[in-house]
C-alpha cells in the first residue's frame, strides 16, 4: 500500500513569489491534514481538509491556503512569501470521519525562501 | 488553549539504557494523546496512543501511561537500541476537533551510541 506523498520534495523560491504544494494521502483516506515544521515553532497544524470541505484551520495568516480534490489530493498555497515561511511541510492523512485518529504522514516539502 | 511540553533534548544513552522521556499537558477536556516518531530522513510515524486515563498504550518496547491526575503521558522504554536513534514527538487531540488536528510538544532528539 503506497504511503503519503507530497510533491515536490525541495523547492526554493524568492521573498515574494507564491508557492504550491501537493498531497497525496494513502488510498482510501478522506481525511488530509497540513503541518508546518520549523526549529523554532515545531510542529504547527496549518489545517485539515474532509471531503473536500475545511473542517478545521491553525493560526495561520491568510496566505496560506490549501483546497482538497474529489480524489482526496490535497494543495496548499503560500503567497506572498517571507523569509519566515522556510520550513518543512507536511502533510498527513487519516481513515477517521470524527475526532483525530492515527495519522499517517509523507516525508514533507522543504521550501527554502530566499 | 491546549499545549505539550516535553523535556528538551538531545538526549544521549548507551544501548541497553533505559529511557524516560517526560510529557505534559494542558487542555480544558479530555485529549487523547500520543506519541510520534521521526527516524532520520523520514516522515512521522505513530509510535503508541492512549485515549483516556489511565490507558497504557505500548509498541516495539515503548509504553507511555495516561495519567489525568498529573496531566502526564511520559514514554519509557526499559533497554534502548541505536536503531531507536529518532525524534520523538509527544501530541495530544481535544475531542472537540473534528479530525487531524494534534497539537505537538517540541520534540525531543534521542542518540543511542553502541
Known amino acids: 500500500k503506497a504511503g503519503v506523498t507530497q510533491t515536490p520534495r525541495y523547492l526554493i523560491k524568492t521573498r515574494g513569489q507564491q508557492v504550491t504544494l501537493s498531497c497525496s494521502p494513502i488510498?482510501?483516506?478522506?481525511?488530509v491534514s497540513w503541518y508546518q515544521q520549523t526549529p523554532g515553532q515545531g510542529l504547527q497544524f496549518l489545517f485539515e481538509?474532509?471531503?473536500?470541505?475545511?473542517?478545521n484551520k491553525g493560526n495561520f495568516p491568510g496566505r496560506f491556503s490549501g483546497r482538497q480534490f474529489s480524489n482526496s489530493r490535497s494543495e496548499m498555497n503560500v503567497s506572498t512569501l517571507e523569509l519566515g515561511d522556510s520550513a518543512l511541510y507536511l502533510c498527513?492523512?487519516?481513515?477517521?470521519?470524527?475526532?483525530?485518529?492515527?495519522?499517517?504522514f509523507g516525508e514533507g516539502s522543504r521550501l527554502t525562501v530566499l | 488553549g491546549d499545549s505539550v511540553t516535553q523535556m528538551e533534548g538531545p538526549v544521549t544513552l548507551s544501548e541497553e539504557a533505559f529511557l524516560t522521556i517526560n510529557c505534559t499537558y494542558t487542555a480544558t477536556g479530555y485529549p487523547s494523546l500520543f506519541w510520534y516518531v521521526q527516524y532520520p530522513g523520514e516522515g512521522l510515524q505513530l509510535l503508541l496512543k492512549a485515549t483516556k486515563a489511565d490507558d497504557k498504550g505500548s509498541n516495539k518496547g515503548f509504553e507511555a501511561t495516561y495519567r489525568k491526575e498529573t496531566t502526564s503521558f511520559h514514554l519509557e522504554k526499559g533497554s534502548v537500541q541505536v536503531s531507536d536513534s529518532a525524534v520523538y514527538f509527544c501530541?495530544?487531540?481535544?475531542?472537540?476537533?473534528?479530525?487531524?488536528?494534534?497539537?505537538f510538544g517540541q520534540g525531543t532528539e534521542l542518540s543511542v551510541k553502541p
Open positions: 481538509y474532509f471531503s473536500e470541505t475545511q473542517r
Open positions: 498527513a492523512s487519516s481513515l477517521a470521519q470524527e475526532g483525530t485518529g492515527e495519522l499517517f
Open positions: 501530541a495530544l487531540s481535544d475531542p472537540g476537533d473534528q479530525g487531524g488536528k494534534l497539537i
Open positions: 488510498s482510501g483516506h478522506r481525511s
